[in-house]
């Protein structure tokens, strides 16, 4: 199974900071990655899908870019409603595996 | 608009069966691959599951392999987890997702809708 490995863990950012979160799949992945983001006792939303495309509805301070095995979710803005926790997932090969999560939180 | 409602959480022994539902809406259902995702408490997200439009293919996380069977039944826009031989390991917010394919992106996979999730506890 590809592992995923996100980093930092967690952070603690203020308002109107630029973010950058990272996803480092265990091999390469092409652009077989996406982003989500779980508010707590909600369900994860989809922020990017393959790599750097932004899903409909999802404001455009998020971004992603990346490829093979290197990844990054960048959040140009920091805004109150975007402290959450970030999930970075591999669609490459079954199974389809998700990071542990980076969890943003206010400074 | 696109929803999807899970339901039949429920406390389970270990070693019990439970079987859980998704009733989709609001977009064609037979149209897409569909794919469970569990969270443990306070944990992060598991994939567990998913099938192809028509049934005909099914893919399992190791962990669940022999034990869980997912399954669909698109004339009742319905998909199905049955659980079988439950352990504690197993508790976990049970998630339904639709997965779309993204042909314009080298063939790219997400989950672009949930459901609300339904709470699966293992426990005597």
């Known amino acids: 199974d590809i592992q995923m490995a996100q980093s930092p863990a967690s952070l603690s950012a203020s308002v109107g900071d630029r973010v950058t979160l990272t996803c480092r799949p265990s091999?390469?992945?092409?652009?077989?990655l996406n982003w989500y983001q779980q508010k707590p006792g909600k369900a994860p939303k989809l922020l990017i899908y393959?790599?750097?495309n932004l899903q409909s509805g999802v404001p455009s301070r998020f971004g992603g870019s990346g490829s093979g095995a290197e990844f990054t979710l960048t959040i140009s803005s920091l805004k109150p409603e975007d402290f959450a926790t970030y999930y970075c997932?591999?669609?490459?090969?079954?199974?389809?595996?998700f990071g542990q999560g980076t969890r943003v939180e206010i400074k | 608009e696109v929803q999807l409602v899970e339901s039949g959480g429920a406390l389970v022994q270990p070693g019990g069966s439970l079987r859980l539902s998704c009733l989709a809406s609001?977009?064609?259902?037979?149209?897409?691959?569909m794919t469970w995702v569990r969270q443990a408490p306070g944990k992060g997200l598991e994939w567990v599951a998913n099938?192809?439009?028509?049934?005909?293919?099914?893919y399992y996380v190791d962990s669940v392999k022999g034990r869980f069977t997912i399954s669909r039944d698109n004339a009742k826009n319905s998909l199905f987890l049955q659980m079988d031989s439950l352990r504690g390991e197993d508790t976990a917010v049970y998630y339904c997702?639709?997965?779309?394919?993204?042909?314009?992106?080298?063939?790219?996979?997400?989950?672009?809708?949930w459901g609300q999730g339904t709470l699966v506890t293992v426990s005597s």
């Open positions: 997702t639709r997965s779309f394919f993204c042909a314009r992106c080298n063939g790219n996979w997400a989950d672009d809708y």
């Open positions: 609001g977009f064609t259902f037979g149209g897409y691959w």
């Open positions: 099938i192809k439009e028509d049934g005909s293919e099914k």
């Open positions: 091999q390469t992945i092409d652009i077989y």
């Open positions: 393959a790599a750097s």
């Open positions: 997932q591999q669609t490459f090969t079954t199974p389809w595996t």
